[in-house]
């Protein structure tokens, strides 16, 4: 069982930069492929990044590449969401999410994802 605690959104002007950071309990953290996800109102929640068990390998979106930034710290179970130059069309609830990896990483698939956070909003004004 692995609980995931979301923190770091808020309201931003177009612009701005923001972090989301997420803490997860557990002693097998590093197991886990880990992702973020967001969700506008009214729209399908949608993949945003993720990086692999070890942090060796990233993925981001088309929509936030050269935008935003995955990184992961195993000895502290954290996930970060470094978010710069952010839009309007960012804006929505942001979830971290956690994948036990057996053979492939489906890290744009959220069916794949067993656990996840909360969420946290973020909105950006124009």
């Known amino acids: 069982q692995v609980q995931l605690v979301e923190s770091g959104g808020g309201l931003v002007q177009a612009g701005n930069s923001l972090k989301l950071s997420c803490a997860a309990s557990g002693r097998t953290f590093s197991s886990y492929g880990m992702g973020w996800f967001r969700q506008a109102p009214g729209k399908e929640r949608e993949f945003v990044a993720a990086?692999?068990?070890?942090?060796?390998?990233?993925y981001v979106a088309d929509s936030v590449k050269g935008r935003f930034t995955i990184s992961r710290d195993n000895a502290k179970n954290t996930v970060s969401l470094q978010m710069n130059s952010l839009k309007p069309e960012d804006t929505g609830v942001y979830y971290c999410?956690?994948?036990?990896?057996?053979?492939?990483?489906?890290?744009?698939?959220?069916?794949?994802?067993?656990?996840w956070g909360q969420g946290t909003q973020v909105t950006v004004s124009s």
């Open positions: 990086i692999t068990r070890s942090g060796i390998r990233t």
């Open positions: 999410a956690a994948q036990a990896v057996y053979t492939s990483f489906r890290y744009a698939y959220p069916p794949a994802y067993e656990f």
